[in-house]
């Protein structure tokens, strides 16, 4: 016989209610798991990587930037004897064209003389009669010269021109920390260095070279 309450209506037993409410519960946590995609840390849907991180950028871009500086640097006097010569010749031979000159890549052996802001002189031998050198060694790097170098890292490819910009500054501070980390910059001046990197020609006798290798001699 079904039990009934008061009212003539069949009564639930405790423990049917709580079997009810048990698949209740398993329905509902179904449904919200057939709804939910897992979502891996530092996976390619992870929100987290999607957004522009200029520091991961420098660090993967950097080692094929240095490569190519390294690969296509012509010794400082020879560069400079080939701009004196023909000055577009010599960007279309060396250079990457930018929207202000060339950034040009060289490498040099010469004495550090003066500097201010970690920007200092180099003095070469055998440069042609009021050519200017100058490196920077932070600890800020400024320009692009790295970023526009290997003529594939394009504006198009970037949200915005501030991330743009950060790329620069990203691929600015992974060379810093690889190759400048440590560096002794008041002990500088007088010292031989050598050194690989890359300039933006605008005045033939005037360079201001960011590194991609910095090597101190003596």
Do not use: C, H
């Amino acid at each position: 016989m079904t039990a009934t309450d008061s009212n003539g209506r069949r009564a639930v037993k405790p423990d049917r209610k709580k079997w009810i409410f048990g698949a209740l519960v398993v329905v509902v946590l179904g449904a919200i798991a057939l709804d939910t995609k897992v979502v891996a840390i530092g996976g390619e849907e992870d929100l987290r990587q999607q957004a522009f991180n200029p520091d991961r950028y420098g660090v993967d871009q950097f080692p094929r930037i240095r490569e190519a500086v390294v690969d296509r640097a012509p010794d400082a006097v020879q560069l400079a004897t080939e701009l004196a010569e023909d000055k577009k010749a010599a960007m279309a031979k060396y250079g990457t064209p930018t929207s202000i000159g060339a950034v040009m890549p060289v490498t040099l052996s010469g004495v550090v003389g003066e500097g201010k802001s970690g920007i200092f002189y180099v003095d070469v031998d055998g440069l042609p009669e009021g050519t200017k050198v100058r490196v920077q060694t932070g600890p800020a790097i400024n320009g692009t010269d790295l970023r526009d170098f290997p003529g594939d890292i394009a504006f198009g490819q970037f949200k915005n021109q501030i991330e743009y910009q950060n790329a620069g500054a990203g691929i600015n501070r992974a060379m810093a920390a690889e190759v400048l980390e440590g560096l002794d910059r008041d002990g500088l001046p007088g010292k031989t260095v050598a050194l690989t990197g890359a300039f933006n020609l605008i005045n033939p006798k005037n360079w201001l070279i960011t590194p991609v290798s910095f090597e101190v001699k003596k």
